[in-house]
């Protein structure tokens, strides 16, 4: 067995965090309620840098832009090139830089809100910044949450950040052609997150190409509109 050493109990920080994680909560439980008034069905997308959660939403754009009223706000620390690849995708898009921070939190989305028409949106995406760590304890207030995982980051990326799968709605396994060269299997990836979280859906996708992103849209129940 591997000697391991783990954070102790108690300590001045961790009050100090638990006192911040509550109000943070708030804040986004009042994104939520405003999100909700304001009938916008909100999606956060999760993942690492280079994950693909900006190629995914320029496919989801590409399908679903004539269809529904719909922005995306990217986060990023200081570029806007995600929030540039998006809006060529007849999408309204919305960059937050968030310098230093490496996760959105509900705050900086509110005033995300105040920049965004609500009233006149069906559908807001929200991509945040490339990070599978915190972002699981920043809910920003979004209905669905998603995140993705690409083949390329290895067979371990799953098992090794549970909370972020805990607290997510749908796993999207990206880059699968790339599956066999990495030597990982996509399956596993999804059967890895079913055990930390049975209720999490799955779905494979290869992003560059489009492959999967049908059943993305399916599985995020947005696809009435599309066949109608
Ligand atoms: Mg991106
Ligand atoms: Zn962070």
């Known amino acids: ?24 909560q708030k804040i986004a439980e009042k994104n939520g309620k405003l999100l909700r008034n304001r ?35 990217n986060g990023d620390l200081a570029t806007t090139i995600d929030a540039d690849r998006v809006g060529r995708h007849g999408v309204k898009v919305l960059q937050i830089n968030t310098g230093k921070e490496c996760h959105l939190d509900a705050a900086i989305v509110a005033r995300a809100f ?7 949106l069906d559908l807001l995406f929200i991509e945040n910044v490339g990070n599978l760590i915190c972002p699981a ?26 909370l972020i799968f805990m607290d997510s709605d749908l796993l999207i396994v ?8 990495m030597e990982v299997n996509a399956k596993k990836l999804g059967e890895d997150a079913k055990k930390i979280n049975p209720k ?6 290869n992003c560059r190409t489009g492959e999967g992103v049908d059943d993305v849209i399916d599985q995020l129940q947005l696809s009435g509109k599309l066949r109608a």
């Open 39 to 73: 009938g916008v069905r909100c999606i956060e997308i999760m993942g690492s840098i280079g994950s693909g959660k900006t190629s995914l939403l320029e496919r989801i754009s590409e399908k679903l832009s004539r269809h529904y009223r719909m922005a995306v706000v």
């Open 114 to 120: 105040g920049e965004l028409d609500l009233k006149n």
């Open 1 to 24: 067995m591997t000697k391991t050493i783990q954070p102790e109990g108690e300590s001045y920080d961790i009050e100090l965090q638990e006192d911040l994680l509550k109000a943070h």
């Open 174 to 181: 990206n880059k699968i052609d790339l599956a066999e060269l």
């Open 200 to 205: 999490i859906r799955v779905a494979l996708t």
């Open 137 to 162: 304890e920043f809910p920003l207030g979004a209905d669905t949450r998603v995140v993705v995982v690409s083949v390329t980051e290895g067979p371990y990326m799953v098992i090794k950040h549970p």
